[in-house]
């Protein structure tokens, strides 16, 4: 067995619902909190308020459900088991002889 972690032990199908639970309920929250539904108001708005929070609620949790999915598609699992030694967003290194460019520096024109 390895140290590391495997992918699936990464992104258990239990921490994503649970990671997109979390989301839902801060948005619920935040909807209830700058609709009032905390604040001494007449019960419709009230009413309004906690039906309000609950869908974005239900919409916060499929969002995040979709998105989560999306991204862990797109991760190659053979690319999981590489080790990075650079930066990920550089270009790849090219293998040229550092005489081979001094002599094409040497026949391109400059450009002024």
């Known amino acids: 067995m390895t140290d590391r972690p495997t992918r699936r032990d990464l992104m258990k199908p239990a921490q994503l619902v649970g990671l997109a639970f979390v989301a839902a309920l801060f948005g619920g929250i935040v909807a209830l909190v700058s609709m009032g539904a905390f604040q001494a108001r007449p019960a419709d708005e009230i ?5 309000v929070g609950l869908v974005v609620a239900g919409v916060t949790f499929i969002v995040t459900l979709v998105i989560m999915a999306l991204l862990v598609l797109a ?15 550089l270009p790849p290194e090219e293998t040229t002889d550092s005489s081979e460019s001094a002599s094409n520096d040497d026949e391109t024109p400059e450009r002024q």
């Open 75 to 89: 991760v190659d699992p053979a690319q999981i088991e590489k080790t990075v030694d650079r930066a990920v967003l």
């Open 47 to 51: 009413q309004r308020a906690i039906m």
